[in-house]
């Protein structure tokens, strides 16, 4: 969830995944089509365009203003946080660890709802004074829509459904009550996944009702949610396992390597095609100098493959796509993070070692399960 870069705003990096585009169409379109249409008749149709292109940005100003706030907070706690992005359902504050305490969790996730029910506030004190003076309904409208939208998200966000603001809160609690953050985690994932199933049961019956795109909508942001309840337990499950485990624990040793003097059209027919392997080590006179992967290669034109090298497709080592075998595994896990290949090369005295792909993780991560390590 990468996406590209927008900007930043005090000193947050803030990125815009390419699903955020869909669903930004999609909410203009539903202002602009639909709801400015219904409830204030007799405007045309650019005067509706225009109030949605304005309700539109600040409903997404007002997720950036949600999603900052988080990372305010979680800086004063002393967590470096990335960036944000925004992508279909929302926003992701991009942080290189969790909060230490339950006390910082709770802050970190309350302060969310609290900004989104302020700026519920602001918006809907603008409305009440504009229609008090008279202003026009084309004014006034957009902040009526953003009073209740902004409200309608911080009800959302307090459901106790982890990761949603009010899961990560009702996880506090649990962490504090209990002292164990897995079994925290895993509870507040399970409602989480509760809550899922009851957003996806409502859109179920609403599509039968005859309100064929909310109930579409109450499905994804169920099945999404589901998804991310999963998957953030079993990061953490993966992060605490990997306490005290070093590279060379999980490294796949004496990996196959290629020559950085290879043509790509070589690699692909010898390497690629003949072998299960998305990645391969590239190595000169016996010492590695990089990585090169199959998705790199194919960025690169067809036609150029008999052309290209590898040498001129991989990431070299100095790219930090390397470790070393005694380093603990939770640095390498943000090394393969933030590589963008996610993998590293396991490097001793300038040899080759071994190689860390997420297979590896994965095959690890299943190994401690079947002999009762993770639950």
């Known amino acids: 969830m990468e996406g590209f870069r927008l900007g930043s705003i005090f000193g947050f990096e803030i990125r815009v995944d390419l699903s955020w585009l869909i669903i930004f169409f999609l909410v203009l379109w539903t202002l602009s089509a639909g709801i400015f249409p ?3 008749p007799g405007f045309d149709s650019s005067t509706y365009f225009g109030m949605g292109i304005v309700a539109t940005l600040l409903f997404f100003a007002s997720l950036l203003a ?6 305010f907070v979680a800086r004063a706690k002393g967590i470096p946080v990335e960036g944000i992005t925004l992508f279909i359902f929302g926003g992701v504050s991009r942080t290189r660890m969790d909060a230490e305490t339950p006390g910082d969790e709770f802050q970190i996730a309350g302060v969310g709802p609290v900004v989104s029910l302020l700026l519920a506030a602001v918006f809907g004190l603008i409305w009440y004074v504009g229609t008090n003076t008279g202003l026009s309904v084309v004014f006034t409208g957009v902040f009526a829509y953003l009073a209740v939208i902004n409200l309608a998200l911080a009800i959302f966000n307090m459901l106790p459904g982890f990761p949603l603001d009010g899961g990560r809160v009702f996880r506090s609690l649990l962490w504090k009550y209990t002292g164990n953050l897995k079994k925290a985690t895993k509870i507040a994932s399970n409602g ?16 039968f009702a005859g309100a064929i795109l909310g109930g579409l909508w109450l499905i994804l942001i169920g099945w999404f949610l589901y998804n991310a309840a999963e998957t953030s337990y079993e990061e953490l499950l993966l992060r605490t396992s990997l306490q005290g485990v070093r590279a060379q624990e999980i490294m796949t040793p004496h990996p196959e390597t290629v020559s950085p003097d290879m043509k790509l059209q070589e690699l692909v027919d010898r390497y690629f095609l003949s072998r299960r392997y998305h990645s391969f080590p590239v190595t000169q006179d016996g010492h590695p100098v990089g990585i090169i992967t199959l998705n790199q290669v194919k960025d ?4 150029e493959w008999q052309y290209c090298t590898v040498k001129d497709t991989m990431i070299p080592t100095e790219n930090g796509v390397t470790a070393c075998p005694e380093e603990q595994m939770s640095q390498v896990l943000q090394k393969m993070q933030d590589s963008g290949v996610s993998r590293v090369l396991v490097i001793h005295n300038d040899l080759l070692k071994g190689i860390i792909t997420a297979n590896d993780l994965a095959y690890w991560l299943q190994r401690q399960r079947d002999l009762g390590e993770l639950t």
């Open 66 to 71: 949600h999603e900052l706030s988080h990372s």
């Open 38 to 40: 219904t409830n204030y």
């Open 192 to 207: 989480g996944k509760w809550l899922s199933y009851l957003l996806i049961v409502f859109g179920v019956l609403e599509m």
């Open 300 to 303: 690169i034109p067809r036609e």
